[in-house]
């Protein structure tokens, strides 16, 4: 461990400290030198006795910086692991975190583009739209068509700091495992390798560019989503050109309704916008949080998203996708045999689970979400009690599932938010059931056949030469297995031979030292006796040498 490492440890457990919440771990989880350390920091008191833990963890992670704010945020979307009290407080972790120089913005941006600022751009605006703890956004109007744009630059030296943090939270995270021993409910090893993707996906602002031009693509035909344009030829690693957009804040409640945006329609579109990315594109944004979404200004009546921030974008097997459309319409028929049954099929649980125990397990879990009407049941939460309970079976979440599920919870929120009578179902059920008829019967395989067509059509020219080459090697492996056939037949019949010899030989010793303890001439006895060796010398000898064929 370096020394910046340590010093890094040093403060974060200083903070802990500080916010009381070496409390969290219970006296008999406590490792032995834990008194020592503990006495360490004598002088280090618990401030906020008042407060609740989860509250003190929050201000502990809003004390520790980007890193730790960002972790808690993730954190908070896990449903899955924490308690409602602690998943409310860490999602009230802001990222608000002061900008940084722009002369070194200016700097950054220059080392990327290799040309100087003022003669690609004009009005570059020094002044930051927006500092978050990765990045910078700063507007521009570009030179070569005059249109307004925004620069999303990398703080200086950020990947150095996270990988230090993150090197010290997979220390923490691997001692906290051990502590904690087998079935703990916080997995906090999967918890930080699961950031650590998410984050160090987000350093890389080239692969930002290139998803979400492939997202713009996607959709350059709908009213739902709008991306904006981005400038590939001057994005890099640390850099992003793009289109400037003038939405609303989508968390801006007041500012949509005094434009008179249709809230209804837009929370709709949010649930279809969801189902059309997983199940038409595989493809969906993944970290939806308020400041990635707004809302146009023009046709307040007809009002699309616009998406920004493609960092983290999440992808599913075709396996994946068609046992996620089937375990959501057998949970709304209620028939948890099939969910069951599902999972099995689906390998996300493994095959000697007891199935019996486990329907009744989901049937315990989902049945009292039918207390409420159809229309208010989330599918954020029926996958979320499903993961639950499989969890209790063994079944290892996959990380796109999770992402999955998180983003799902957080646009059916937005959407109630957006609209507080939205029906989820009545949205969604047409959406799964139209993708679930295109995936079975003969219309499916019409289309898997024609998907297809284009490998038919490029091996169809070869077909007569694979034909002939196949009979030619169906004629050799058959010529292979009579010669097989006609060495194993000499094996045996070389097998026989011998035996027979050996066996008359047995006879003739046998009957040669009868004749002579009966005292019958001395002669007949030799000859009988002298037949046997000889016949058993020739049966040892006839006997097949190589067993193997
Ligand atoms: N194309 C754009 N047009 C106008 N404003 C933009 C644009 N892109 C980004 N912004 C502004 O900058 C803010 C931060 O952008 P973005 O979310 O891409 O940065 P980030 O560093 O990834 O932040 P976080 O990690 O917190 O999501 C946005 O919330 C928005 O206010």
Same mark, same amino acid.
């Given at each position: 461990m370096s020394i910046s490492s340590l010093h890094r440890g040093y403060q974060v457990l200083r903070t802990l400290l500080h916010y009381g919440l070496d409390?969290?771990?219970?006296?008999?989880?406590?490792?032995?030198?834990?008194?020592?350390?503990?006495?360490c920091f004598f002088w280090i008191r618990n401030q906020h006795k008042d407060k609740s833990a989860a509250e003190r963890l929050k201000l502990a992670m809003q004390e520790l910086g980007p890193v730790y704010i960002k972790l808690g945020q993730m954190l908070s979307t896990r449903r899955d692991l924490l308690d409602d009290e602690w998943a409310y407080q860490l999602?009230?972790?802001?990222?608000?975190?002061?900008?940084?120089?722009?002369?070194?913005?200016?700097?950054?941006?220059?080392?990327?583009?290799?040309?100087?600022?003022?003669?690609?751009?004009?009005?570059?605006?020094?002044?930051?739209?927006?500092?978050?703890?990765?990045?910078?956004?700063? +507007?521009?109007? $570009?030179?070569?068509?005059?249109?307004?744009?925004? *620069?999303?630059?990398? =703080?200086?030296? %950020?990947?150095?700091? !996270?990988?230090?943090?993150?090197q010290l939270m997979s220390h923490c995270a691997a001692l906290l495992e051990r502590i904690l021993g087998d079935g703990n409910r916080l997995r906090p090893a999967e918890v930080i390798e699961d950031?650590?993707?998410?984050?160090?996906?987000?350093?890389?602002l080239k692969l930002e560019a290139l998803n979400a031009i492939?997202?713009?693509?996607?959709?350059?035909? +709908?009213?739902? $989503?709008?991306?904006?344009?981005?400038?590939?030829? *001057?994005?890099?690693? =640390?850099?992003? %050109?793009?289109?400037? !957009?003038?939405?609303?804040?989508?968390?801006?409640?007041?500012?949509?309704?005094?434009?008179?945006?249709?809230?209804?329609?837009l929370a709709e579109r949010g649930v279809e916008l969801f189902f059309t990315q997983v199940f038409r594109d595989n493809f969906f944004h993944a970290d939806m949080h308020p400041g990635n979404i707004f809302i146009s200004r023009?046709?307040?009546?007809?009002?699309?998203?616009?998406? $920004?921030?493609?960092?983290?974008?999440?992808?599913?097997?075709?396996?994946?996708?068609?046992?996620?459309?089937?375990?959501?319409?057998?949970?709304?028929?209620?028939?948890?045999q099939r969910i069951a049954q599902l999972h099995l099929e689906s390998g996300w649980v493994s095959e000697h689970t007891d199935i019996v125990a486990f329907e009744q397990a989901i049937k315990i879990v989902c049945e009292p979400m039918f207390n409420k009407p159809l229309a208010e049941i989330s599918f954020g939460h029926v996958l979320l009690a499903l993961f639950r309970t499989a969890r209790q079976f063994n079944m290892v979440v996959q990380p796109q599932l999770v992402l999955l599920q998180k983003t799902l919870l957080y646009i059916e929120g937005l959407g109630r938010q957006l609209y507080p009578q939205l029906d989820l179902w009545q949205t969604a059920k047409p959406f799964l059931e139209q993708w679930m008829a295109k995936q079975v019967g003969p219309k499916a395989l019409f289309d898997k056949f024609k998907s297809n067509a284009p490998f038919w059509a490029e091996?169809?020219?070869?077909?007569?030469?694979?034909?002939?080459?196949?009979?030619?090697?169906?004629?050799?492996?058959?010529?292979?297995?009579?010669?097989?056939?006609?060495?194993?037949?000499?094996?045996?019949?070389?097998?026989?031979?011998?035996?027979?010899?050996?066996?008359?030989?047995?006879?003739f010793v046998i009957c040669g030292t009868i004749l002579f303890t009966q005292a019958v001439t001395l002669w007949a006895s030799l000859l009988c006796l002298g037949t046997g060796a000889g016949l058993w010398l020739l049966g040892w000898q006839a006997r097949p040498k190589n067993r193997k064929l």
């Open positions: 409390e969290l771990l219970a006296k008999d989880k406590r490792p032995k030198l834990f008194p020592l350390i503990r006495g999602a009230m972790l802001q990222d608000r975190v002061p900008p940084f120089d722009s002369a070194l913005a200016r700097e950054a941006i220059e080392t990327e583009l290799n040309a100087s600022i003022d003669s690609l751009f004009d009005d570059f605006d020094d002044v930051p739209l927006a500092s978050a703890s990765i990045a910078q956004v700063h +507007s521009a109007t $570009l030179k070569s068509n005059g249109k307004a744009v925004v *620069l999303k630059v990398l =703080r200086p030296n %950020v990947e150095a700091l !996270i990988l230090a943090d993150l950031y650590r993707l998410t984050i160090l996906g987000e350093l890389n492939k997202l713009r693509n996607n959709f350059l035909d +709908s009213d739902a $989503l709008y991306v904006p344009y981005i400038y590939e030829d *001057l994005s890099f690693t =640390r850099l992003i %050109v793009m289109e400037r !957009i003038y939405g609303i804040a989508v968390s801006d409640l007041s500012a949509l309704k005094a434009q008179g945006t249709n809230l209804k329609l023009d046709h307040p009546d007809n009002p699309y998203y616009i998406g $920004l921030d493609c960092g983290i974008m999440g992808t599913l097997t075709d396996v994946d996708k068609r046992y996620l459309a089937e375990n959501f319409l057998a949970f709304f028929n209620r028939d948890y091996k169809l020219p070869e077909l007569p030469e694979l034909v002939y080459d196949n009979l030619k090697l169906g004629r050799k492996l058959l010529g292979t297995q009579q010669q097989m056939l006609d060495k194993y037949l000499k094996y045996q019949h070389k097998a026989h031979k011998s035996n027979y010899l050996l066996i008359t030989s047995a006879v």
